[in-house]
């Protein structure tokens, strides 16, 4: 019932990166009547994932987000890029963002049913909408909620240099499909090979090497993916012409 340091992870642990980050905390302690810690479940010998420190006080909470690596925040995980890549969460993002109603507690299952898309592509347009400042996520609530902040949306992808890249490698012709392999010819000439199981891709380039998607997907498999999903838009698309036709 009480917390205890261990230096290893350990089932029910939670992560704590660069414990001298938590002095940002130090000057509300005195007021603080709870403390609550969130983090992602995790396995003997799993690496750094990032926790929240949640600091309960009179009539509000204060939260603390600490990202996997002290020398590093979250704009380098690339955990959201997904959600960012497709034009088709843009859309979304703007129909949702509509509905919103600066709700305290938005709840996906109604959005879903007031704006006609799945839960999934609602989430993703939570994401890319919280990239931008327009929803938060509470975490006691485990919930999103609306907001307001003056972020510059566009400032998200000028900040993502794997979403330009990608991007860059779509323009250009840069990308091949045959079936669940992707064929992605870098600028400097090197070949890699991008393959798709289950949903999950991979890639044959250093950074996945490295990283093995711990920091979210690499610029060639970011660029596969927007690919695929315009195929298959543009399928859908055809179908519907077709369909029209008869």
């Not at 939670?14 to 603080?32: M, S, T, Y």
């Not at 609550?36 to 799993?46: K, M, Q, S």
């Not at 860059?168 to 012709?173: P, S």
């Not at 990283?211 to 543009?234: E, N, S, T």
Request: glycine share 10%.
């Amino acid at each position: 019932n009480t917390l205890r340091p261990t230096t290893r992870a350990v089932p029910g642990a939670v992560c704590l990166p660069g414990p001298e980050r938590l002095i940002a905390l130090q000057r509300v302690l005195r007021h603080a009547t709870a403390l609550r810690v969130y983090g992602p479940a995790v396995t003997g010998g799993a690496a750094a994932t990032a926790s929240a420190w949640e600091v309960v006080l009179p009539g509000m909470r204060l939260t603390l987000t600490l990202s996997p690596d002290a020398s590093r925040g979250f704009s380098g995980e690339g955990g959201v890029l997904d959600a960012l890549a497709t034009d088709e969460a843009a859309e979304d993002a703007e129909l949702i963002s509509v509905l919103l109603a600066w709700e305290p507690r938005v709840d996906v299952a109604d959005l879903a049913s007031a704006s006609g898309l799945t839960p999934e592509r609602v989430r993703a347009a939570l994401i890319r909408l919280g990239t931008s400042g327009r929803v938060g996520y509470d975490t006691a609530e485990a919930a999103y909620f609306h907001r307001e902040l003056p972020y510059d949306a566009e400032r998200v992808e000028r900040h993502n240099p794997r979403l330009r890249s990608a991007r860059a490698l779509v323009a250009a012709g840069a990308v091949a499909l045959d079936g669940a392999l992707g064929t992605v010819t870098a600028e400097d000439g090197h070949v890699h090979r991008v393959r798709d199981e289950a949903g999950v891709l991979s890639c044959s380039c250093l950074w996945w090497a490295k990283y093995r998607g711990g920091r979210g997907p690499c610029k060639h498999a970011l660029a596969v993916r927007m690919v695929r999903r315009g195929d298959a838009a543009a399928e859908r698309d055809m179908a519907r012409v077709e369909a029209d036709a008869r």
